[in-house]
């Protein structure tokens, strides 16, 4: 290989074909993959094969992504969502989901990962799909099967570190993390650094690639509080401008609570079109569960903290986190409801946790019916992770399959996260912890499909399709403006969340934890427009989600009877 101008090496092979199987050698002694491999067959340690993405015939043309407005995003583990574990698997099930109302898939990270089971944020190779899942045109397939069924697809991408094991990429450019910078996985990858310019252009072109060559639609960037640069331009906003210019979306993962992730560049912001907000996760898992440790002892799970979290997108906007004993947030009720990410489960607040465990699987029935409901019907954009449509009982696992060396001092770091935890106080209690390395704890995380038979689950999936069905439906569900949406704290203790619409409002009644009930007449958000009414619409109590169909609102009296967990939706019309 010979270097040209712009200090890269090259060579052309006039025999090259798809393929084959190549590594460079950097020393004279030891071949290494290409870090911009399209593809790994044999793994990430093994050589890298020339793919041509030309070849697949694509069926997808004059297909438009949804709106990030209109995004109800359905997140999904490749490997486990189905008994196949691949690509390929996944299509048969995009019909079901297509059925269920939601709008998009957000696929889990597939940049390749060392091992054959993984999470994907142990991932080394970014451009090339995880060869654990299929070939690469198993992938195009699923993505344009996915648009015929008429979903968006966003992937998750991480470009705040690298894996621990199979990452060539400091034999190709140098030492390029910063060990005076920290993150949670070590030094920071140093993308100011003018040195290391063509590692910034590696990660930006990234993006671009997935949609040039998978149709991806739009983006989930991990942990993005933990990309550090100091230059110029953060790389962040390149990353969102790039996307943009591809005609893609691009949605953060950031705990700070800052605006300036949402503003645009030219306001001094990183460009984001939406943000996972998991405060709500937080105040609503407290408002069920009571847990008050690690994070979630920021939040005590009121009537008040709820409602003040709707309200805004996030609930820290500048307070005191009593955690950290620091102010957190930014406001942001200027900023449209569309621009923050909802969910009461996701990968992480499930498989973050000891046993796996899902939030139904720890609260009540009208708990989870009441939970679900309010995520799917207020204005922010809904995330729902594989199987809680219908409350499945599988838990979701930490796992990997890295090398014995490694897979050792994950098990042990897995364990030691615990320790503080009253639960795991015990050592036996520790030692029961599922072993992330066992082929048994991902095995067991799958979803089971099966569970769809029963009757109790049957009829949670019908609160999630009512809902989005209600969703899909009404204009109001799909706030671009602060001015459309009311919510209120009402006196007798429940809460009520109004949206407008020109034919009618829509009226959100909501008590979490339950033990409420008593009038709203006379309270202000409750009031109806000349010669209008309400009427009931929906109510998590109705027998064919399982409930015993008793009324929670009575409108004649103007009483709601939220004394168990419970949602009802209201919605004005005419006086007959």
């Not at 190709?172 to 252009?201: M, Q, S």
């Not at 027998?543 to 015993?548: A, V, Y």
């Amino acid at each position: 290989m010979t270097r040209n101008a712009d200090g890269f090496f090259e060579v052309h092979d006039e025999k090259g074909r798809a393929g084959d199987l190549y590594k460079y050698r950097l020393d004279g002694i030891h071949h290494f993959p290409d870090p911009a491999s399209r593809w790994q067959p044999n793994g990430v340690h093994g050589p890298s094969m020339v793919v041509d993405p030309s070849t697949y015939q694509w069926k997808d043309r004059g297909w438009v992504p949804a709106k990030v407005r209109d995004l109800v995003i359905y997140e999904l583990h490749i490997g486990a969502f189905t008994p196949a574990g691949t690509y390929r698997g996944a299509i048969e099930r995009l019909p079901y989901l297509s059925e269920l109302g939601v709008t998009a898939i957000e696929i889990m990270p597939i940049a390749d990962f060392p091992g054959e089971r993984n999470w994907g944020y142990d991932g080394v190779c970014l451009y090339a799909p995880a060869h654990a899942y299929g070939h690469p045109d198993d992938l195009r397939a699923l993505v344009d099967a996915a648009h015929a069924a008429g979903l968006t697809v966003i992937l998750d991408v991480v470009y705040n570190h690298f894996g621990p094991d199979g990452n060539y990429l400091g034999a190709y450019i140098g030492d390029y993390l910063d060990e005076h910078k920290k993150t949670p996985w070590g030094g920071a990858i140093r993308y100011g650094d003018p040195a290391f310019v063509n590692l910034r252009k590696f990660v930006v072109a990234n993006p671009g690639y997935w949609m040039r060559e998978f149709h991806i639609d739009g983006f989930r960037l991990d942990a993005t509080h933990a990309i550090l640069d100091e230059s110029s331009r953060h790389i962040l906003a390149e990353l969102t401008a790039s996307i943009h210019a591809a005609g893609g979306f691009a949605i953060a993962e950031d705990s700070r609570n800052e605006t300036r992730v949402l503003l645009p560049e030219a306001e001094g912001g990183l460009g984001f079109d939406a943000v996972w907000a998991d405060d709500f996760h937080h105040t609503a898992r407290v408002a069920n569960t009571r847990e008050n440790e690690s994070y979630l002892g920021d939040f005590d799970g009121s009537i008040e903290e709820l409602t003040e979290t709707l309200r805004h997108g996030w609930y820290y906007c500048g307070q005191i986190s009593p955690r950290r004993g620091s102010r957190r947030g930014t406001e942001c009720r200027h900023l449209a409801p569309d621009k923050f990410v909802h969910c009461i489960s996701n990968h992480d607040q499930i498989g973050n946790r000891a046993m796996g465990d899902r939030l139904g699987a720890v609260i009540s029935r009208k708990a989870y019916l009441a939970s679900s409901a309010l995520l799917c019907l207020s204005p922010y954009v809904p995330l729902i992770f594989m199987g809680q449509e219908w409350n499945a009982r599988t838990p979701f696992l930490f796992f990997t399959n890295h090398n014995a060396e490694l897979g050792k001092l994950v098990v042990e770091g897995r364990r030691m996260e615990f320790k503080d935890f009253a639960a795991f106080s015990d050592p036996k209690a520790l030692e029961a912890i599922p072993n992330p390395q066992e082929p048994g704890t991902f095995a067991s995380s799958r979803i089971d499909w099966a569970e769809l038979q029963k009757p109790e689950q049957k009829q949670v999936l019908a609160l999630y399709k009512a809902c989005l069905l209600i969703r899909r439906s009404a204009p109001a569900f799909h706030v671009h403006k602060r001015d459309a949406m009311q919510i209120e704290k009402l006196a007798m203790g429940a809460a009520a969340l109004r949206l407008k619409e020109k034919t009618g409002d829509w009226l959100l009644l909501f008590d979490l934890a339950g033990g409420h009930e008593g009038s709203f007449e006379g309270e202000w958000i409750c009031r109806n427009g000349a010669q209008m009414e309400w009427r009931i619409i929906f109510s998590t109590n109705e027998e064919r989600f399982g409930g015993d169909g008793q009324p929670l609102v009575d409108l004649e009296k103007h009483r709601v009877n939220l004394s168990a967990p419970g949602v009802v939706l209201l919605h004005e019309a005419g006086i007959a």
